[in-house]
Structure formats: C-alpha cells, structure tokens
C-alpha cells in the first residue's frame, strides 16, 4: 500500500491536500483482517499476542523538525510553532498523533514557507541540474531524489508522476522554480512523509515483517530523531536489516551521530517529565530567579544525560540518579553553590556536588521545578513522580476514587509537613499519602524552584521553622524504608531492580511508541536476560530491542 499525494493543484499560492485524522482521507486503507495465512513464521518464544500491532504514526514535531531539516538543508524549526503533540504515557512517539484540522493548516504553511525558502536560496545545492538544464528531465531528476529521501523508500511510479504534475502545474505560464517549489510544498504536506508506516508487505495475514525501509526508517527515527541516511537505505535494499547483528551494527554507527545524543537525551527527559520545565512558570515575586535560570536548567538537562549515556553504553541509570557532578552554564552551578572544574564562558561546564547537597538528576533544577507549584514546593508532585516514574506503581489520580481534593488553607505559620499533616489522620487519603509523603518530603531542603533551603521562609512557607525531610516509605515493595533525605533516597532508588526494571518500561514506551502490557512484557523478559551489570544501561537496554523480533514483526488486528 502507498499513501500518496492528493488533491487539486491549483496556481501559487499553492494550496495542497490535508492529512486528516482518519486514515480513510488517504489514497489505501490499512487492511488488518486476520483472514488467510498466518503470516511469516515466528522466531521461536515469541507469541502472536506479545507483538506490537501494526500501524501507522504521524512524525512528532521534533521529528518533522529534523526531516525537513534533513531534506531542505534549513536549520528552521518550524514544529515549535505546531500545536503541541498528544502523549501516550508521557512520551510524544506514540501511535495516537494525528493530523487535526488546526495541525494541518499549520504544516500547509509551513510547508509553503519551507519551499519558497528553499528555491529562494538554496535552489543549486538542492537541485544541481538547475544550473545547466532546469527543465523537465531535471525536474524529474529532483523529484526521484526528494521523494526517496522524503517517503524514506523508492519513489513508485506512479507516485512520480503525480509529483511531476505538480511541477508542470506550478511552472506552467512561470519559472522552473515556481514548480520546484510547488513540489517541495506537496511532498511535506503529502502522508507518505508526515507518518511512518509499520505494516509489512501483507495485510491478510495475522502477523507481517516490516518491510526493509520501514525498518530503517524505525531505526533511524529510534536513534536519531530523523530519517535513515544513505547508508542506512542502502542496508535496507540489500536487504540486510533482517539480521539482528546488522541492527545492531547499523544502531551503534548511528548512536555516533551527534544527533543521537539529543535523542536519547529525549527519551530520558520524557520519562522523567522534565522536559516540561519549558513551560513551568513561577511566580517571579516568590522566585525571582527561575525565569532568568530557567534556560541554565534545560541546558543541565541536556549536558548532564549526555555526559553520563555518552560514549555511548558508558553511563548507567545508577550514575543518572546518584552521580557527584552536574555539568551547567556557571550561573546555575554558583546558584547550586556547585565549584566548576573549569570555565568556559557561557557554556556548560562539568562542577562537583559535593557538599552541596545534590546527588544526581532528580536533585537538579529541572525536576524539582516541575514538579513544584508557581509559588511553593509540592511534596505530593514530588511523590507521585518518584512512584509512577521511577518505580512504575500503580497510583490512581483522586478522580479514578472519586476524591474531590480539597488542598490545605495557607498558612505561613505552619510547614509543608503540617499543612500536609491531614493526609496521614484523614482514611480517605492516608492508603495512597502514606507512599505520596513519604517520598515527596525527602525533597523538602529544596524550594519551588530547586534552591537548597534549611528552613521555611520561602514563598508562602514564612515559619522559619527548619525544614524536616526524614521519612518512613510505606508501599508495600523492597522500596520501603527509612529515608533521611533526597540523598539517601536516590541512593536507594539506585541499587533496586524495581526501579531498573521501571526504566527498562519507559524506555521501551519510548522506543517502541506504544504503551501496551504484553509486547512490555515480552521485552522485559528479554531485558532481564541481559547480564547483570549492564541492566541498568540504556545503551544495551536499547540494542536488546533493536536485536529482538519485537522490533521487525507485528500483529494485524481487526
């Protein structure tokens, strides 16, 4: 099945089809009846039931970003001006993205202005011919070239001439730009581009293999954010990417691309939550400092999970959780009261923690901003991510029990702790607070926007009283226990398989982009078969998935 350009031409400006929601808009429907044969035999050990289901996602903004980015030679980021993606247990890969009424105009003119700037000033890199012949020889020449690129596979035939109808329309009674630029506007708008497809070559049978460039292009997108390069398209039409060493292979040429460091930078950001922190705010009379720390904090993010995953497969979860260092701009580390080893103007630079209190990601600034209110901090914030993000219990939202919340009267005579005091007397709260406090109180030394405090004399928290962060964990799981503070809880998160076994969850959610129990399942199982000391690793968490069926089959539902 090809999903292919649609729609009328008309002259500039160029008006071109819209990707809707449904798949039914589309030139070919995904046929998943379970009828005729049952499809490519399965390695042994692996069950219909625990593959991932076929299907086709749209790009994320990000990815869009890098593609055209890719194709155009444009540093633009025309996605940040996107609606924002829909998430699926947090990570924006997911099969739910759809192209909404309001996101397709957005990328119809995205589309346009990426075209016109492309032929406005790039026109000879992206179409070499134009120079010596534009015409329509080289027209089709530019065609066949961008459309492989752009579909991330062979233009078909007749794919080919309907882009050259394009070209004809747009420079009919204009230039041979004109139509250039009209076919560049089509294929970014056209659904062969906007989404991935993962459906094999057959859709009668109930379980299909990926065809080779939609393996590479799942490879591509996993690692990189973007789409396969030449040298990946080349495994796929030797027909290589079948083999799992080659996977591999190709996974750790691509984990060199610079590219991959922002990516895996992603996936942990997205597990964390912390890629939020763009648009967490703060009330400026109460923390006066967030908003011109604020990008110091992302850039943390980013620097530090590079420094510790990269050379790839050489940092752990272990070392993200409980590392002595943080690597930041030097405004963020003298607000840390963090010594940098080095300077180095602006940029981030790698500074000690030691004897500051801090130890790892969650005690930077990303994470307790975000998981704080506009003008206090929020034990129950902090809990909730520490139960659900890092250790994957179930903890139901108040309005799964439906619990009407009803949050504590300021009071800036009293602590956090005693306004929260209510939790551990009131039955209605104390099942799920218990565990909610217990965690959240250990990052009680750290106000709203991350800042080491002793005590409450901070945004609305005017006691003076000392801060207490010693607390029992009540949950039920190896998890329980006495913890004096943040430190000792990172500590202990670290060295659990409750919480490797989490990461290796998340990673998969991110991975695979689907949040389903048994092709979770069978991934864990692969996971565990992992040595021990490389468990913890995402690296190998990830070669493990790429290596396995998982990755190259699925399952056709009806």
Same mark, same amino acid.
């Given at each position: 099945m090809?999903?292919?350009?649609?729609?009328?031409?008309?002259?500039? #400006?160029? &008006?071109?089809f819209?990707?809707?929601?449904?798949f039914?808009?589309?030139?070919?429907?995904?046929?998943n009846?379970n009828?005729? =044969?049952?499809g490519?035999?399965?390695p042994?050990?692996?069950?219909?039931?625990?593959?991932? $289901?076929?299907?086709?996602r749209?790009?994320?903004?990000?990815?869009f970003?890098?593609?055209? /980015?890719d194709?155009?030679?444009?540093?633009a980021? =025309?996605?940040?001006?996107?609606?924002p993606?829909?998430?699926?247990?947090g990570?924006t890969v997911?099969?739910? !993205?759809?192209?909404d009424p309001v996101?397709?105009g !957005?990328?119809q003119?995205?589309?346009?202005?990426l075209?016109?700037?492309a032929?406005a000033?790039? +026109?000879s890199?992206?179409?070499p011919?134009a120079?010596?012949?534009p015409?329509?020889?080289?027209?089709?020449?530019?065609?066949?070239?961008?459309?492989?690129?752009?579909y991330?596979r =062979?233009?078909a035939?007749?794919?080919?001439g309907?882009?050259?109808?394009?070209?004809?329309a747009g420079s *009919?009674?204009?230039a041979?730009?004109?139509g250039?630029e009209a076919?560049?506007a089509?294929?970014?708008?056209s659904a062969s581009?906007l989404?991935v497809?993962?459906i094999g070559?057959?859709?009668l049978s109930t379980a &299909?293999?990926?065809?080779?460039?939609?393996?590479?292009?799942?490879?591509?997108?996993l690692?990189l954010?973007?789409p396969?390069d030449?040298?990946?398209?080349?495994?796929?039409?030797?027909?290589?990417?079948?083999?799992a060493d080659?996977?591999?292979?190709?996974?750790?040429?691509l984990?060199?691309?610079p590219?991959?460091r922002? /990516?895996?930078?992603r996936a942990?950001?997205e597990?964390?939550?912390i890629?939020?922190l763009?648009v967490t *705010?703060?009330d400026s009379?109460v923390y006066?400092?967030?908003?011109?720390?604020r $990008?110091a904090m992302?850039?943390?993010?980013?620097s530090?999970?590079e420094a510790?995953?990269?050379?790839p497969?050489a940092?752990?979860?272990?070392?993200?959780?409980t590392?002595?260092y943080?690597?930041?701009p =030097?405004e963020?580390?003298?607000?840390?009261g963090?010594t940098?080893?080095q300077t180095n103007?602006?940029l981030? &630079?790698?500074g000690s923690?030691a004897?500051?209190g801090r130890?790892g990601?969650l005690?930077q600034?990303a994470?307790l901003s975000?998981?704080?209110?506009?003008?206090?901090?929020a034990?129950v914030l902090?809990?909730?991510?520490?139960?659900?993000r890092?250790a994957?219990? #179930?903890?139901?939202?108040p309005?799964?029990?439906?619990i009407v919340i009803?949050?504590?009267a300021?009071?800036?005579?009293k602590?956090t702790?005693?306004?929260f005091s209510?939790?551990?007397? *009131? $039955?209605t709260?104390?099942g799920?607070h218990t565990a909610i406090d217990?965690?959240?109180f250990t990052f009680?030394n750290f106000?709203?926007?991350?800042k080491?405090?002793?005590?409450y004399?901070d945004?609305?928290?005017k006691?003076?009283?000392?801060?207490?962060t010693?607390?029992t964990?009540t949950?039920?799981?190896?998890?329980d226990?006495n913890?004096?503070?943040s430190?000792? +809880?990172?500590?202990g998160?670290?060295?659990?398989?409750?919480v490797?076994?989490?990461?290796?969850r998340n990673?998969f959610?991110f991975a695979?982009?689907?949040?389903?129990?048994n #092709?979770?399942g069978?991934f864990?199982?692969?996971?565990?078969?992992?040595?021990?000391?490389?468990r913890?690793n995402l690296v *190998?968490?990830?070669l493990?998935?790429?290596?396995s069926p998982?990755?190259?089959y699925r399952?056709?539902?009806?």
């Amino acid at each position: 099945m090809k999903f292919r350009w649609l729609g009328g031409v008309v002259r500039r #400006p160029v &008006v071109l089809f819209l990707s809707c929601g449904c798949f039914a808009s589309c030139v070919g429907v995904i046929d998943n009846r379970n009828e005729g =044969p049952a499809g490519p035999n399965l390695p042994q050990g692996t069950a219909l039931a625990e593959l991932l $289901p076929a299907r086709v996602r749209r790009l994320t903004n990000a990815e869009f970003d890098r593609s055209v /980015q890719d194709l155009l030679g444009t540093s633009a980021p =025309p996605g940040a001006t996107f609606v924002p993606d829909t998430r699926q247990a947090g990570y924006t890969v997911n099969a739910e !993205q759809v192209v909404d009424p309001v996101l397709a105009g !957005q990328l119809q003119l995205a589309a346009q202005d990426l075209a016109h700037d492309a032929v406005a000033n790039r +026109l000879s890199s992206l179409v070499p011919c134009a120079a010596s012949a534009p015409g329509d020889d080289c027209a089709r020449q530019f065609i066949a070239l961008l459309g492989g690129r752009a579909y991330r596979r =062979p233009l078909a035939s007749d794919e080919a001439g309907d882009l050259f109808a394009v070209y004809q329309a747009g420079s *009919d009674g204009a230039a041979f730009a004109d139509g250039i630029e009209a076919v560049i506007a089509a294929v970014l708008q056209s659904a062969s581009f906007l989404y991935v497809t993962e459906i094999g070559d057959s859709r009668l049978s109930t379980a &299909v293999t990926l065809g080779p460039y939609e393996i590479a292009s799942s490879l591509s997108y996993l690692v990189l954010g973007a789409p396969p390069d030449d040298e990946l398209l080349s495994a796929a039409q030797a027909g290589t990417l079948n083999d799992a060493d080659a996977r591999e292979a190709e996974t750790r040429r691509l984990l060199q691309d610079p590219r991959a460091r922002t /990516q895996i930078g992603r996936a942990v950001e997205e597990w964390l939550g912390i890629d939020k922190l763009a648009v967490t *705010d703060k009330d400026s009379t109460v923390y006066a400092e967030f908003h011109d720390l604020r $990008p110091a904090m992302i850039q943390e993010s980013q620097s530090f999970i590079e420094a510790v995953m990269f050379p790839p497969g050489a940092g752990s979860l272990k070392e993200l959780l409980t590392a002595d260092y943080t690597v930041a701009p =030097p405004e963020l580390l003298s607000f840390y009261g963090a010594t940098a080893a080095q300077t180095n103007g602006d940029l981030p &630079v790698r500074g000690s923690l030691a004897g500051v209190g801090r130890r790892g990601i969650l005690n930077q600034g990303a994470f307790l901003s975000v998981y704080a209110h506009a003008n206090e901090s929020a034990p129950v914030l902090r809990g909730v991510a520490v139960i659900r993000r890092l250790a994957c219990l #179930p903890m139901p939202s108040p309005s799964e029990l439906k619990i009407v919340i009803t949050p504590p009267a300021p009071d800036p005579s009293k602590t956090t702790r005693e306004l929260f005091s209510q939790h551990a007397v *009131d $039955p209605t709260c104390a099942g799920c607070h218990t565990a909610i406090d217990g965690f959240g109180f250990t990052f009680e030394n750290f106000d709203g926007e991350g800042k080491v405090r002793t005590t409450y004399f901070d945004g609305y928290e005017k006691s003076g009283k000392p801060v207490d962060t010693g607390t029992t964990v009540t949950t039920g799981t190896s998890l329980d226990g006495n913890y004096a503070d943040s430190l000792g +809880l990172v500590a202990g998160l670290a060295d659990q398989e409750l919480v490797r076994a989490c990461f290796a969850r998340n990673l998969f959610r991110f991975a695979s982009a689907q949040n389903q129990t048994n #092709p979770e399942g069978a991934f864990l199982r692969t996971w565990q078969a992992l040595p021990d000391d490389r468990r913890d690793n995402l690296v *190998d968490a990830l070669l493990a998935y790429v290596r396995s069926p998982l990755f190259i089959y699925r399952r056709n539902e009806q």
